[in-house]
């Protein structure tokens, strides 16, 4: 069984406001994956269970953060701002071949892989026809960046990404409904009418 544990922490220097930090074993409970600032910035490191010794896998001057390991333990996706705004990357395991995902002007973030490890959900900013004004909304992508789309028609009004069902076909996600209020929503995203 994986576990995942959230911490509440400040990054000023990647968003304005309080966000949740993910920490996870990866898939085989080998290794932690979790983010720190101890180098003077946001920057993914890896540790194993019995060992002190931290392994920094980004190494970056910009922050690094939002970890999450594929579902074959092979590749991990984070957001960083190395490009002046959060954006989605992926990295091998080792931290080798740092990949970009998304080159978007508004905000991408909270990546989350789909339990096959085929495609990647995350929260944008992004304003597309209708919109009225920019707000976040869950977006999904294949795993290589590619056919970049939103996932829920509405408005989160909040930070929030998607958590998906072992089975791949709908995911749970968080709505702002009132000034200090939010409701929890259950997303079918794979049938004729939507495909995931």
């Given at each position: 069984?994986?576990?995942?544990?959230?911490?509440?922490?400040?990054?000023?220097?990647?968003?304005?406001?309080?966000h949740s930090e993910k920490t996870e074993w990866s898939p085989y409970n080998t290794q932690l994956l979790?983010?720190?600032?101890?180098?003077?910035?946001a920057e993914l490191y890896v540790t194993t269970g019995t060992d002190s010794q931290w392994v920094n896998l980004t190494n970056n001057s910009a922050g690094?953060?939002?970890?999450?390991?594929?579902?074959?333990?092979?590749?991990?996706?984070?957001?960083?701002?190395?490009?002046?705004?959060?954006?989605?990357?992926?990295?091998?395991?080792?931290?080798?071949?740092?990949v970009q995902l998304t080159d978007n002007p508004a905000h991408d973030y909270l990546p989350e892989w789909t339990p096959d490890g085929k495609k990647i959900s995350f929260t944008s900013w992004r304003v597309?026809?209708?919109d009225d004004e920019p707000s976040p909304h869950i977006y999904i992508m294949n795993s290589d960046g590619t056919n970049?789309?939103?996932?829920?028609?509405?408005?989160?009004?909040?930070?929030?990404?998607?958590?998906?069902h072992p089975d791949g076909k709908s995911?749970?996600?968080s709505r702002k409904v009132a000034e200090k209020g939010?409701?929890?929503?259950?997303?079918e995203c794979c049938g004729p009418n939507r495909p995931c």
């Open positions: 069984m994986r576990y995942s544990y959230f911490f509440v922490v400040c990054f000023t220097f990647l968003m304005p406001g309080c979790f983010m720190s600032g101890r180098d003077g910035n690094d953060n939002w970890g999450v390991w594929s579902p074959d333990g092979k590749k991990i996706v984070f957001q960083s701002n190395r490009g002046g705004n959060l954006d989605i990357w992926t990295m091998n395991a080792d931290g080798s071949n740092p597309e026809e209708g970049q789309r939103r996932l829920v028609p509405e408005s989160l009004k909040t930070s929030s990404g998607a958590s998906w995911f749970l996600f939010a409701d929890i929503g259950i997303q």
